[in-house]
């Protein structure tokens, strides 16, 4: 009998464990998948990122192995955002391929991206057009609303839908990019992302991707 109160006990945890989770899913599924976007863009998946109120916003298509991404992070017109894929390891941003985007400090107000390689985070070259993934189209960005959002497809490195990604918000100094906070959150600003199903993995043994399958399967809605 005590065997079978635990088990029953057991199922009933593990059922109140994926409702929480299916419901905290939908919950951010919802407050992300309100967004509008300029030119008519539009975006079959999107999730709220966990720290520095970001969001992302994607399109996988299988038949190429890319990614249409829109990153949006709220900001000062005086402070830069940044996305990207860390192709070298988890969990930190040197190693990464990033996208910056922020306002031209030469008085004209336009916002522009900085595509980048961060070899290390301690002084980083910032050095333009130096990403270690491919970029099919040229990146984009704007301002609107108190945040940034950056346009990008790339192509995920190794083919692979489970990628490390990054990003990040700091300040501008004397016309350039000036190094970002170390609150916690700044520190946290690292996750796995499966591109295809959408999951946030997290530790260091995280599964491999689950290969390529048909978009059909993502659910869609227009931005």
């Known amino acids: 009998m005590a065997g079978r109160d ?3 006990l057991l199922l009933i945890a593990a059922v109140l464990v994926l409702s929480a989770s299916s419901t905290a899913t939908a919950q951010q599924q919802q407050n992300c998948s309100s967004a509008k976007f300029s030119a008519g863009r539009s975006f079959q998946r999107c999730t709220s990122l966990p720290v520095l109120g970001a969001s992302l916003y994607w399109t996988y298509h299988a038949a190429n192995g ?3 991404v829109a990153f949006r992070a709220p900001s000062d017109p005086s402070g830069w955002v940044a996305w990207g894929i860390n192709t070298q390891s988890a969990g930190s941003m040197a190693g990464s391929s990033v996208f910056i985007a922020s306002h031209s400090q030469d008085g004209n107000g336009a916002v522009s991206v900085l595509s980048t390689y961060l070899e290390s985070t301690g002084n980083p070259s910032l050095t333009n057009n130096t990403l270690r993934v491919a970029v099919p189209a040229g990146p984009a960005a704007e301002y609107s609303g ?10 995920l490195p190794g083919n692979r839908t489970l990628q490390n990604t990054v990003w990040q918000a700091g300040p501008l100094s004397g016309g350039g990019i000036a190094t970002h906070p170390t609150a916690p959150p700044n520190l946290q600003s ?3 992302l499966d591109f295809l199903s959408g999951s946030r993995i997290t530790g260091a043994g995280a599964p491999k991707s689950r290969g390529l399958l048909s978009r059909r399967s993502l659910r869609g809605f227009q931005g």
């Open 146 to 155: 108190g945040a940034y959002t950056i346009y990008a497809t790339v192509a």
């Open 6 to 8: 635990q088990s029953a």
């Open 190 to 192: 690292t996750q796995k």
């Open 66 to 68: 890319t990614a249409d």
